[in-house]
Each structure stands twice: as C-alpha cells, then as structure tokens.
C-alpha cells in the first residue's frame, strides 16, 4: 500500500509542510496545505459539537489530511465523503488488527448518533433526511444500518479507519540483499512476450515482433534442457495482418481471466491500411481535439494514420488458434510511427483489459496528446470487453470498437475525460505488470525523451507529468502545443517512485516484475527492470514496504557454467562470466513465477544463485535435484468426469469452428 492523497476522486502523491498544520496538526508527508486544514477547522465549529463526539469527529474530518487518504476513501473504486470505518462485523484479513480498531464504526455511532448530518460529510449520503433536523440515528435507524455504508475493513491493498492517523507497524525488510542474478540461457530466438499457459502448466506462450505466437514447454531449472519448440506448427501466425518495423509489430498478447472456460484470445498488433484493407479506424488526430491530419508531416515515408493500432480477439482451444478474427475489439489510427506502447494486459482483480498505449511519436510530442483529456495518445485505457454494445450504441458514445466502459472509469468524475482513459500524461510505457502478491501495485516503466527514465505506479485518474515533466523535472518542448484544448498546466502531477539518467549509458527503460519466485530468495519482493541498450538489471526496493519509497540498485549478472547454452555468442566470447545479452527488449514470468528475461540474444531465466557462486543465506539447499523435480506437464484427465467434461469441451470447440467456417464462406 502507497501514501496517496485524494484529490477530485483521484490519487494525488501527498507533499511535504514546513510547519504541523494547525487543526489536524499532520506533519510531514499530508494531503491537506493550511487553507484546506483551516476550511476543515470551520467545518468543525460550524457543527457545534462537544463531548467524546467532538474528538471522534475531528478525527474523521482530518483524515482528508492523512496521506493514505485515497486508500481510506477507496478513490480507486468509488467516490467518498466519509473515509471507511473500521466495522467488527466485516472480516478483515490483517490478523494484526485488533478489536479497538474493527469496532470503531459502532463507537463513532454510540457517541454520536444524536450528531446533525448538517454541515458533516455524512449529510452527501443522508437523502431527503439530510435537513436541518436530522440526527445520525433518525437517518441511519441503527448501529448496522450505519455501518452497513460506512463500515469497512482493511486488506492486503487497502485500509480501514480506526480513528487515528493510518500507521503501519512496518520496517526495512531484514532480509538479506541479492549479491547477484544468476542466468541461464535456454533458446537463442528474440521475442517480445512471454505469457504463461492458464492452464497452470509448465507452457508459456512467446510471441515475435514480426506477427508469430509459439507455445512452448519450459524445461525444469538446472535440468540442461532447452526451450521445446515446435517452429512449425505455429500457436497463430499474423504476419500478413501485422506490419513489422523498428517500433511496429505484434506488441502485447493477453489470455481471458476465463479461458478456461471461453477460450478467448487477444492480441494487440500494429498494421498498415495500404497493406490491409481491414487495417481501418478512426485517426488519433481529429476534429475532436482541433487536430487535422492534413497538416501533420509524414514520417518515415508514412503518412499519417497509415498506421494503425489493433486489438483482435480469437479463439483458441489452448494448443491452437482458429486464424479467423472474432471481434475487432479497438482500432486507432497513429499520427506518427514511433511511441505506441502496444501491451494488452488483464486486471487480476477488476478483469478489465488495460491497454497502454504511448504519445504518438514525434519529438516532444509537439501537439501535445499526452494532455489532452479528448485524446487517447499518452494515457492508459481499460476497457471492458465482457460487455460489448451494439453498433448503434458504439457509434453513439463514439467508441474505437467492439466494448464497453467499467463504471467506475475516472470519466465518471471528470467528465472532459474519455471514458476508456485510466491514467494519462505517459510518453511510451514499455511494458507494465501488477504484482501478484499485492494487485493494487501497477508499475509502468516509461521511455523517457532527453536524460530521464521512470518507473511509474499507475493509479486511477492519476496524471503523470508527460510533456510538462519528464521524470520530476520541467520539461520545455522544442516548440509549443499545436492543439489548444489540451492541458498546459498539471495541478497534482504523480512522479516516478523510480528513475535514471541517460547519463549511466543508458536510454530507454524496460519494465520487468516484482519477483515472487521462490527460485532466488534473496530477490523476493524486488521490482526488476533493465534498459534496453545497457544490459543491465536494476532491482528496486521499497523500504519501508507500504510507504511507497523505492530505491534502485544496480544487481550484477552472471551466466550459470551449466547453462543449456553458453551466454556469450562465438563471434562476441566473453571475457568474464558476465552474460552478453545485447538488447533488453522484454521480461517474461511462467506459471511458477520465475523470471526470464527476453533479449536480441535469446532467452534467460533468473536460477539459483548458487549456481553462479552468489551467496543467498536463504535458497533452500535441501530441494530436489532438477532430475527429482516434478514434471509440472498439462493437467491430464484422471476420472471419468474429466473425461466427459473434456469431450463436451471438444464438441463445443468443433461447433464454435463450424460456425467460423460458415461465416466466412
């Protein structure tokens, strides 16, 4: 969990104050300067309250000030007056919470529950009863039913309030520091992706560049076995759909949270409308943002919105795709041919599709779409594709395709905001990643344009400074906006929780995981991500864990003597151990959590650091040899009842590839 204040039904980062404020008398990091801390004391005096009441009340009023307020109002998923109080008869799953603090909604009641809801933040939820004469208990005729809308209780991403400032009995991890990272090699081909197989074996599916999609078997760590590939006998090919270039290409594929079940499949491709006459969308430059694509210069020897970003669903039975599109989920046409982001990912929690996509290209992002609320250049989307409108009411809300919008989208409270936009003002997010452990942690790494490189933690509504700062510092463009309606200034800027120089020899950021694989201990926890022209990798701490403070430090790499294959190419043989991956383009996970990384040079996987002689007091030295270790292979059938359920799934498959058949005769 982040210190993030509330700010308009979003999450602002919290700031620092020279002085305590005076009526809620926060220090350091708040959420409240000394106009709001005093609006907040003439709020209080307007109630005209006294008693244990008052000092309750007071608490509640200030916690507007704490700056874990977004978690204590839930911005990400609803819009509060009243932060979340503590309730006993909800069950919290933080065992250390203690009874004084779930019981707090009944205390607030039994103290004040002769309260006026006038001029209290209760009275937006009060109704017809919120006059002048109404109390708490004539509103709310019980204790349950008070705390049945303001009771709540605190979890792995968020928190309750029990009256006092939000604490967290928390400190430096004790755990010892990575010494190193130590690799494998186990294939010589260049991907993009690396999704692991839902089913929970040990297959994971890689994707190119160029369009293709193989599924293959990753062998147990340390056993000597390579990446099993079977190169003809593609998972999907796209190369006719996709048009492959520097920046261009099959960028993001994404499984349903429901496969299992579904079979549904996506993938998020460039493609070129001289090339593919179903290569068609809407242009990101429009008369919707006062911008004429006319007007803009060709690139590349491409003209404006040649170019075209495409979400296309497919169905699969897991072990092949069916060639033939289902749905056209988003199509947008790309002013320029560089800074597209491309990554499909699901929500582990919302099961929403969130969609990064960059600023459009061009230096400085000259028109400035990462600001402008109307464009989806520079933002995050998230896009429900359970959920699909007709046609008349897609054409009504002027969607890009086939979905439709989660409620609880920021849209909801600034209505100059495009629905499909969760976050905005990012200039290339090369690749994202929840964490598995804590799903409100959403890092994107974003490419940077002159000196800096960031790592942002993605929040609903939040604005991250792109083209007015770029990582925490005032960024001037070369020339100003050329479209007036987007935004010049940004009130609560997010900054980077991390970021580098161009200095280090570096220049564009590769976003990884938090590592959760039991695999190398001493990593577990740490956000990795690299550049991709360093061959580097940096590991980010946060410390304390739940402030939201990262550190980055540079962990060496070595390759494993019993690496399927040596690290080094012939042409390029390496001087030391140090493995020569050449350019960073990706990072992968399988099912098991390990982390791989996805290089100009091949495939790597994080192993036991004790196969490169690093020190990790915590790798479990009595595991199983890789000859002992279990195959963990496709689930297979083990009764009749697996049985016919696979029978009836391989019906429904045959029937759903008939109907393929029959449409596109």
Known sequence: MMMFCSFLGFKAAPFSVKQPLAFCQFDGSVCCNSKEDLKLQRQFKAVNVSG????????????KCDPFAAELFRVE????????LCNST??????????????????????????SVTNTPFASQAGDGGNNTSTISETWKSSNDFCKIFGGASDESSVCFNGQAVSFNISKATGPSPSGICLEKLGNESYLNMVPHPDGSNRVFLSDQPGKIYLATVPAEGSGELLKIDESNLFLDLTREVHFDAELGLLGIAFHPDFLKNGRFFASFNCDKAKWPECSGKCACNSDIDCD???????????????????????????????VEVRRIFTMGLPFTTHHGGQILFGPKDGYLY???????????????AQNKRSLLGKIMRLDVNSVLDTKAISKFQLWGNYSIPKDNPFSQDKNLL???????????????????RPSYFLCADVGEDKYEEVDMITKGGNYGWHNYEGTLPFTPSRSPEISN??????????????????????SITGGYFYRSS??????????????YAGVIWGGTETPVGSGNFTRSHIPLQCASDSPLPCSSETEPSVSSSPSLGFVFSFGQDNNKDVYLLASTGVYRIVRPSRCNFHCSLENTTSLPPSQQPDRSPPSPSSSKRLLNNICTLVINLLANLCFLLVVM
């Not at 590349?300 to 919105?305: T, W």
């Open 519 to 532: 695999t190398n201990p001493c990593l577990y926890g740490t956000y990795l991500f690299a550049d991709l």
């Open 293 to 323: 694509p006319t007007n803009l210069d060709s690139d590349d020897g491409a003209n404006p919105c040649q170019y075209h970003s495409v979400i296309s669903e497919f169905f699969t039975n897991g072990t092949y795709v069916r060639p």
């Open 90 to 115: 909800v069950s919290s799953k933080n065992s250390a919470q203690s009874l004084a603090d779930v019981d707090f909604c009944a205390r607030f009641w039994n103290e004040c529950n002769n309260l």
């Open 52 to 63: 244990g009441c008052s000092l309750l009340l007071k608490s509640l009023l200030c916690s």
């Open 355 to 369: 969609f990064m996509m960059g600023d459009g290209g061009s230096k400085g992002d000259p028109h400035n779409f």
């Open 486 to 507: 987007s935004t010049t200034k940004i009130a609560n800027p997010i900054f980077p929780v991390m970021m580098y120089n161009h200095s280090e020899g570096s220049a």
């Open 77 to 84: 998923s609803e819009s509060r007056q009243v932060p979340v």
């Open 419 to 437: 629905p499909e936009i969760w976050a905005m003002g990012v200039r290339n997010p090369w690749r994202c990643s929840f964490d598995s452990e």
